[in-house]
């Protein structure tokens, strides 16, 4: 099973909820959780465990080499604008290829190799029955979405279907959200009982219902605000898995990066209803 958590906005405690549910799982089952908010992973704030795999990623760039008749097809092709064909040079913006290989397999020169660039790392970490594998982007790449599909490929082959695998997503609905949700079987987006929660709640409800994916609400900070993303889960049909309270206590634990489940017991309560519900998943 491939469970991706995931919010429309940042700071709605969807790293709270991740590293627990995870933490908490793995006192029953084999866990992997990964952190694929890979421009600022900080769920490894609350793992523990020794570092077990550690390697650079790399993704291809396409490098002009100089043997060229000018011909103008590599900046056609390219849909990203990466390229530029000048009078007597072609010039390569790393920053906006996506590796695809059009320039450099069209060429009739053969003047665009493509070359290995490092854009990041990837590190796998093990505490008994819980495994972490976090991915960072190196500073100065823009593209979040090569090292999220890498990534992915890792835990495909490292962690099998006997594998919870649970996946901290980045916030938002843009691209790396896409890359981050697209394989998994069941999305919890989480939210906050707020005007602002709702409006982002609504974006990323409507991006699952686009990558036609299963998804659940978890409700963060309950007590606060209104009662209004209550009312939209239930015009919309949405079943809301949880509701973890508002409470000064969990946020001391979280600000001492201390993991909260066993140690708050109507915390444990709210991540047993989400355990119970993803396990009786078709």
């Not at 849909?79 to 009078?87: D, G, P, R």
């Not at 990041?120 to 593209?143: A, C, P, T, Y």
């Not at 659940?216 to 209104?226: E, K, P």
Request: glycine share 6%; charged share 25%.
């Amino acid at each position: 099973m491939k469970i991706a958590i995931a919010s429309g906005k940042g700071g709605t405690g969807k790293t709270t909820l991740s590293t627990n549910l995870a933490g908490y799982l793995s006192k029953q089952y084999e866990v992997v959780l990964v952190d694929l908010d890979v421009e600022e992973p900080n769920s490894g704030l609350f793992m523990n465990g020794p570092l077990i795999l550690s390697e650079d990623k790399y993704k291809m760039i396409p490098e002009w080499v100089g043997k060229c008749s000018m011909c103008g097809l590599c900046q056609q092709v390219c849909k990203f604008n990466a390229i530029v064909c000048l009078e007597d040079e072609i010039m390569v913006f790393p920053e906006l290829c996506h590796s695809c290989y059009a320039c450099s397999e069209l060429c009739p020169e053969s003047a665009l190799p493509m070359f290995p660039q490092k854009m990041g790392e990837l590190k796998h970490f093990r505490d008994n029955h819980l495994s972490f594998v976090e991915s960072r982007l190196d500073i100065g790449q823009e593209q979040a979405v090569p090292l999220i599909a890498q990534t992915h490929k890792y835990i495909d082959e490292h962690f099998n279907a006997g594998f919870v695998r649970i996946m901290d997503a980045p916030p938002g609905t843009s691209c790396p959200v896409i890359e981050a949700v697209k394989k998994v079987d069941f999305v919890i987006l989480v939210t906050e009982p707020t005007p602002f929660g709702l409006h982002d709640l609504k974006l990323a409800v409507e991006t699952m219902k686009a990558l036609n994916k299963k998804f659940g609400v978890v409700i963060n900070r309950f007590g606060i605000g209104n009662d209004d993303v209550i009312s939209y889960c239930k015009e919309e049909g949405i079943d809301i898995l949880a509701k973890i309270p508002n409470d000064r206590r969990i946020a001391e634990l979280y600000s001492r990066g201390e993991l909260i489940y066993d140690k708050f017991p109507e915390f444990t309560e709210q991540l047993e209803r989400i355990k119970k519900y993803i396990f009786t998943l078709n």
